[in-house]
């Protein structure tokens, strides 16, 4: 069955250092995955999805993910996080057939000065 | 153009109760999905609803069930609710035929509370 695992419940960085968040996937087939960031009050915004080719994606607000299948990952990574990037990030497959998107359980971002 | 829509922003139910949840997507789309998000986990996939007609179900009992309109509005109804009920309700909406590879955008939520 599909599944996506974030293994970092919370993480914590100073604003300007680098950030890379985790996100490892089960999966048949080749997956399509999503990372969306969630705001306290805020429903869910699409960062960057991948479906096929350059395993590096770009995506809104300076972030990238790299999918690398030997590792059935997808990390998702910025290079400075600034203190509004403080929220909740999930990972996310799609299922086969196209109609469900199976969410990891979130990463929670703290950005401290 | 306004985001998607949900309505109400908070609802407090006690146990036995039924509850009616309602989602306006953006203008154009033609799909919705409901998810369920439970305080501390990841939105979990309820119904995908395409020109009216269910696509996909997730793995929730039949208290749950939910419709779309004509006008491609959707409401999510609970019966019988629970206490692991409360949760925060997601609607999201895609323009095309709502298969995953759309762009999903999201309301802001209803948080459901079951005393």
Known sequence: ?113 | DAGVTQSPTHLIKTRGQQVTLRCSPISGHKSVSWYQQVLGQGPQFIFQYYEKEERGRGNFPDRFSARQFPNYSSELNVNALLLGDSALYLCASSWGTGRGTDTQYFGPGTRLTVL
């Open chain 1, 1 to 113: 069955a599909q599944s996506v695992t974030q293994p970092d419940i919370h993480i914590t960085v100073s604003e300007g250092a680098s950030l890379e968040l985790r996100c490892n996937y089960s999966y048949g087939a080749t997956p399509y995955l999503f990372w969306y960031v969630q705001s306290p009050g805020q429903g869910l915004q699409l960062l960057l999805k991948y479906f096929s080719g350059d395993t590096l994606v770009q995506g809104i607000k300076g972030f990238e993910a790299e999918f690398k299948r030997s590792q059935s990952s997808f990390n998702l990574r910025k290079p400075s996080v600034h203190w509004s990037d403080a929220a909740e990030y999930f990972c996310a497959v799609l299922v086969t057939g196209g109609f469900k998107t199976i969410f990891g359980a979130g990463t929670r971002l703290f950005v401290k000065a």
